[in-house]
């Protein structure tokens, strides 16, 4: 994925924490990191893919191979 979305390793699996639904405050938790951390580094994904929202991110990780497609 991360060589897909120019990404970084860290990043790549922050955007699938998003993706998948956890909030800044739980992955800040999870990752031991400051949810303002969690957020800068959200923004800077958002800055790299060109997109203004998680709803966006969502939509680029869920439409990369071998994420399942839940489109009706």
């Known amino acids: ?18 993706a ?4 800044a ?5 999870r990752t031991g990191r400051s949810e303002g951390t969690v957020r800068w580094h959200i923004q800077n994904i958002f ?10 991110l969502v939509r680029r990780v869920l439409s990369l191979e071998g994420f399942p497609d839940f489109s009706p």
Do not use: C, F, Y
Request: proline share 3%; aromatic share 0%; glycine share 10%.
């Open 47 to 56: 800055r790299k893919q060109g997109i203004s929202g998680q709803a966006d």
């Open 20 to 23: 998948s639904g956890q909030h």
């Open 25 to 29: 405050r739980d992955i800040a938790a």
């Open 1 to 18: 994925m991360q060589v897909a979305l120019g990404l970084t390793p860290a990043e790549s699996r922050l955007a699938v924490m998003v």
